[in-house]
């Protein structure tokens, strides 16, 4: 397995990627929203993971956050935006690879927490951020009235 910061060049594996994660936004837009990141790097930061044989398998997103996040105390925060290990290739330790990486990028960016959010009925996201030691910090409901 080799985990690399995503790059101009390797754009299409995770805009691929991204598209399997969230299929319900049109490919154009996971590719116009991953460029963008792409053109800030002291803002965002994606890595993908790829197999012996090459090919892409999984991604991490992340950001700095320097607005109000849930639970934590300090700014920025790295942020956790998507995670993604195709199913043939969960639980063998790619996910918690790829937040190391997220982690290491927070660090050189001044950040002393890491955060996320999962829906509140994604129980396997939930299990999945407890099992790669993330804490729940609050639970919220998020509502909109129109006008």
């Keep these: 397995m080799r985990i690399e910061r995503c790059t101009h ?3 299409d594996d995770l ?3 991204r598209w399997e994660l969230w299929p319900e936004a049109p490919i154009e837009t ?3 929203e991953a460029a963008d990141d792409l053109s800030v790097p002291d803002r965002a930061v994606a890595f993908i993971v790829w197999d012996q ?3 892409a398998v999984g991604f991490a997103e ?3 956050r320097r607005d109000y996040v849930n639970g934590c105390e300090t700014s920025p925060v790295a942020f956790l935006e998507g995670i993604y290990v195709r199913a043939e290739q969960r639980k063998r330790g790619i996910a918690r690879r790829l937040i190391q990486a997220v982690e290491s990028w927070g660090k ?3 950040c002393s ?8 009925g994604n ?3 939930q299990r999945m951020h407890a099992a790669l030691g993330f804490e729940e910090t609050e639970r919220v409901v998020f509502f909109r009235k129109p006008l």
């Design 53 to 55: 044989d090459g090919v």
């Design 15 to 17: 805009v691929a990627l």
């Design 123 to 125: 129980d396997v996201s």
């Design 108 to 110: 050189e960016k001044g």
């Design 62 to 64: 992340a950001s700095l």
């Design 113 to 120: 927490e890491f955060a996320s959010d999962a829906d509140i």
């Design 30 to 32: 996971h590719r116009t």
């Design 9 to 11: 060049e390797t754009l």
